[in-house]
């Protein structure tokens, strides 16, 4: 099993939808949950992080963890064409230098 | 934005070649990464480092090799280029300190070996 599950999609959404992408983890010792977002041919840049369970807003950007469900989530409001690109979720793996990425979501915002 | 540069972006090269590719980053970060992805797949991490004089294998097996001789330099290098390691290599650095790890990523350099 892997550590980090997520749907490789593609998801193709009106804009203006709220969309949704998720991971699920195995280990419920991971403290630190990040997304990143990966334009085409462009490294991913660091979208949003929490800490343990809860939630976290930033704009129309909205991280949720739920630890007793070992599933992360990231919510995009009013979504634009320009959030078109692929959602990677990552997790601390709670070593000295390894980030547990999970395959990444495509999205696609259809004008 | 982050302060973290590859070279060449592109580069097309025949087999048996050997080749280095750059990246530099200017925030100072002791841990740097070099990943490998193809297309709409997920990252394979191949190198990383601590350090200075610091080199690790990452959790794909890879062919090239790794030094960090400065802390803002990291090449990754290839004895004699193949069409199997036509991909995207992507460079990351993150700082050792703080209880989180953050890594941020170099724009990549897409190889295609003939």
């Known amino acids: 099993q892997k550590e980090v599950e997520q749907d490789p999609g593609p998801l193709s959404v009106p804009e203006g939808a709220i969309v949704s992408l998720n991971c699920t983890y195995s280990?419920?010792?991971?403290?630190?949950f990040m997304w990143y977002r990966q334009y085409s041919r462009k490294g991913p840049e660091l979208l949003m992080y929490?800490?343990?369970?809860g939630n976290k807003e930033d704009g129309r950007f909205t991280a949720q963890v739920d630890k007793s469900s070992k599933y992360i989530s990231l919510f995009i409001r009013d979504s634009q064409p320009s959030d078109s690109a692929t959602y990677l979720c990552?997790?601390?793996?709670?070593?000295?230098?390894?980030?547990?990425f999970g395959s990444g979501t495509r999205l696609l915002v259809r004008p | 934005e982050a302060d973290i540069y590859q070279t060449p972006r592109y580069l097309v090269i025949g087999t048996g070649k050997k080749i280095t590719l750059e990246c530099s980053q200017t925030?100072?970060?002791?841990?740097m990464y070099w990943y490998q992805q193809d297309p709409g797949m997920e990252l394979h991490l191949i190198h990383y480092?601590?350090?200075?004089?610091?080199?690790e294998k990452g959790d794909l097996s890879s062919e090239s090799t790794v030094s960090r001789i400065r802390t803002e330099h990291f090449p990754l290098t290839l004895e004699s280029a193949r069409p199997s390691h036509t991909s995207q290599y992507l460079c990351?650095?993150?700082?050792?300190?703080?209880?989180?790890?953050?890594?941020?990523f170099g724009p990549g350099t897409r190889l295609l070996v003939l």
């Open positions: 929490t800490y343990s369970s």
């Open positions: 480092s601590y350090g200075v004089n610091s080199t």
């Open positions: 925030m100072g970060h002791d841990k």
């Open positions: 990351a650095s993150g700082p050792r300190t703080g209880r989180m790890e953050t890594q941020y």
């Open positions: 280990n419920s010792a991971f403290q630190y």
């Open positions: 990552a997790i601390d793996g709670d070593s000295s230098y390894k980030l547990i």
